[in-house]
């Protein structure tokens, strides 16, 4: 499995911008399936975006449609998530995850890597 470690969080003001960024460990990166989850106090995990391996595909959330943008460098063992337009509900710790193999779906039990986490605080 690779290693995901997170970065890029903070506190931002609603309206503003931030990027998150998820270094891999492991040759194998380029194949694996990686998505964004967050995590709000007092609510379950939720699906975010994600971006297949095979055609880098993307999909995401509907609460963030047209605000995020998920992306990834293979070269690197880089994935992104580029977060415009921020929202106090967007207010999360955000978790890198990631999968071996092709998936379309959101479940987060689907995904055997995750990271620690990174908090993102959007202020009003």
């Known amino acids: 499995q690779v290693q995901l470690v997170e970065s890029g969080g903070g506190l931002v003001q609603a309206g503003g911008s931030l990027r998150l960024s998820c270094a891999a460990s492991?040759?194998?990166?380029?194949?694996?399936?990686m998505g964004w989850f967050r995590q709000a106090p007092g609510k379950e995990r939720e699906f975010v975006a994600a971006?297949?391996?095979?055609?880098?595909?993307?999909y995401y959330a509907d609460s963030v449609k047209g605000r995020f943008t998920i992306s990834r460098d293979n070269n690197k063992n880089m994935v992104y998530l580029q977060m415009n337009s921020l929202k106090p509900e967007d207010t999360a710790v955000y978790y890198c995850?990631?999968?071996?193999?092709?998936?379309?779906?959101?479940?987060?039990?689907?995904?055997?890597?995750w990271g620690q986490g990174t908090q993102v605080t959007v202020s009003s």
């Open positions: 971006i297949r391996w095979s055609d880098s595909g993307t």
């Open positions: 492991g040759q194998t990166f380029s194949t694996y399936h």
């Open positions: 995850a990631g999968r071996t193999g092709d998936y379309y779906g959101r479940s987060s039990t689907a995904f055997g890597s």
